[in-house]
């Protein structure tokens, strides 16, 4: 484990070549993640798999070590980040407790179910007794954790201003992942710890793609093979009654919207900007995007360019059989122009550009693929002769009804296609319930912008 005994040096200093250990992801080794849990403690970065994506994790009470996060990552310090806990008894560290925090971000009043309520008299703290506050986040917990769903809620006065970029809330999750929960329960603190990648690129699925990013920047790398997820957890805040969505993500918004019925509150709050334009509307039809009440807050990490590739990502959303047709069509003048073109395609997609390929070469099964189920994809007859086939390259995300499998593979196909130099990435739109959405999202914004919207 080099750099286990460098001297501490200051935000965004690289401490040398990053360590790689190999973890067990189900049975990770205590001596190991002993040694991460003291480098965290020590001020060190450590990225770490999780559920959904690997992890740049720091101390979050340790301002210096959350600095680092930044630095190594290029990441904007108005991007905050994703505190992790080892379990819900841990919230009371880190959000504010009654009276002596600051209160949540909206600043109106706001309705409950069970009449008009002024901001003074409402939750905003985890300690206020039959608040629906804290009832929400207590039924969330329970449902959700450990798992891939973050809440945002006020802030305790113990976490850096450098951790939430200076708001009055922190985002929190509890993660499941052995090596994750290991990892925490190891480092006996809290650790700030966003997406193990750089700055507004594609989100590391496996410890390849966080020595690719970050490289020496981390301290300790522990590759506990690939992410089983692959798309990173859904954001929401709750304010008073109201949950709002902020980023659509592996717990799918029907879960959510199911574990509040049980207790009697509202559906999620969906704002059009987190559901990506073709992701749904309001489910409960009493808050929307133009609803005065409450105010609708954005996640500040909700850029319009994200999760981006390299090459330029087109999008084309729609119906299949249009976005399908429009996509073949740019895909032919891309390849006409010499382009080196990717296609990013559900498995019902492949047969519609067998035409356009000899050896649609794209497939590389590594250990990324933790399905196996990815197999290469067979050859067919090219009009345009091998110039244009071997410039085209076919990433098979899986079937159209395994959404799952699709979100597994998501960011590692848009790296391999990257890794192979292609100039321009195709995609199309798939249904847009459940991790749809998400995967909706992710695609939006890697096109930062190219989103084509066919009829
Ligand atoms: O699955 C995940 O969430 C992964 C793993 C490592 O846990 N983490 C992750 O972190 O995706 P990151 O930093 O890439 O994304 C965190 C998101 C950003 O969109 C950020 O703006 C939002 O959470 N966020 C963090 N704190 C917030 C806050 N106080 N208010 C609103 N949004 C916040
Ligand atoms: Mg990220």
Not at 399 to 416: S, T
């Amino acid at each position: 484990m080099s750099g286990a005994d460098a001297p501490r040096r200051g935000p965004g200093a690289p401490l040398g070549r990053s360590a790689v250990v190999r973890v067990d992801p189900e049975r990770p080794d205590s001596g190991v993640l002993g040694r991460a849990g003291r480098l965290i403690r020590e001020g060190r970065l450590v990225a770490f798999p999780t559920e959904t994506v690997y992890g740049l994790g720091a101390n979050a009470l340790d301002d210096d070590a959350v600095r680092r996060i930044y630095a190594v990552k290029g990441r904007a310090a108005s991007d905050p980040l994703i505190v992790h806990l080892a379990g819900v008894e841990a919230l009371r560290e880190v959000t504010a407790s009654s009276g002596d925090g600051p209160r949540s971000s909206a600043h109106t009043t706001h309705t409950t179910n069970k009449g008009i309520r002024r901001e003074s008299e409402r939750g905003g703290t985890l300690h206020s007794k039959d608040a629906p506050f804290e009832e929400i986040v207590r039924l969330l917990a329970a449902h959700f954790w450990p798992g891939p769903l973050t809440l945002v809620l006020p802030k305790s006065d113990r976490i850096p201003d450098s951790v939430t970029a200076g708001l009055g809330t922190v985002a929190v999750r509890v993660p499941r992942h052995p090596v994750a929960q290991g990892l925490l329960r190891a480092a006996g603190v809290p650790i700030a710890a966003p997406s193990a990648n750089t700055f507004t690129r594609t989100s590391a699925t496996s410890a390849a793609h966080v020595v690719e990013d970050l490289g020496p920047g981390v301290d300790l790398i522990l590759d506990g093979g690939p992410t089983p997820i692959g798309i990173e957890s859904t954001v929401v805040q709750v304010v008073g009654n109201i949950v709002r969505l902020l980023r659509p993500g592996a717990v799918a918004v029907e879960a959510i919207d199911r574990a509040l019925a049980k207790g009697g509150w509202t559906p999620v709050m969906v704002l059009r900007s987190a559901a990506s334009g073709s992701g749904r509307t309001p489910a409960d039809g009493t808050a929307g995007a133009d609803t005065p009440l409450p105010q609708p807050t954005s996640s500040p990490g909700m850029l319009e360019k994200h999760y981006a590739p390299r090459a330029r990502l087109l999008f084309f959303s729609g119906p299949p059989d249009a976005a399908r047709a429009a996509l073949r069509a740019a895909t032919v003048e891309a390849l006409v122009h010499g382009q080196r073109v990717g296609l990013l395609l559900c498995h019902e997609d492949i047969t519609s550009f067998s035409n356009l390929t000899t050896h649609a070469a794209a497939r590389h099964p590594t250990s990324e693929d933790a399905s196996g189920r990815n197999s290469p994809i067979a050859g067919s007859p090219v009009p345009d002769g091998a110039r244009v086939a071997s410039s085209l390259l076919l990433e098979d995300l899986g079937p159209v009804d395994d959404l799952a499998l699709v979100g597994q593979r998501l960011f590692a196909a848009m790296r391999r296609l990257d890794a192979l130099g292609v100039d321009t990435i195709c995609a199309r739109s798939l249904p847009t319930a459940g991790l749809g959405l998400a995967i909706d999202d992710r695609l939006t914004r890697a096109a930062g912008g190219h989103v084509v919207h066919v009829r």
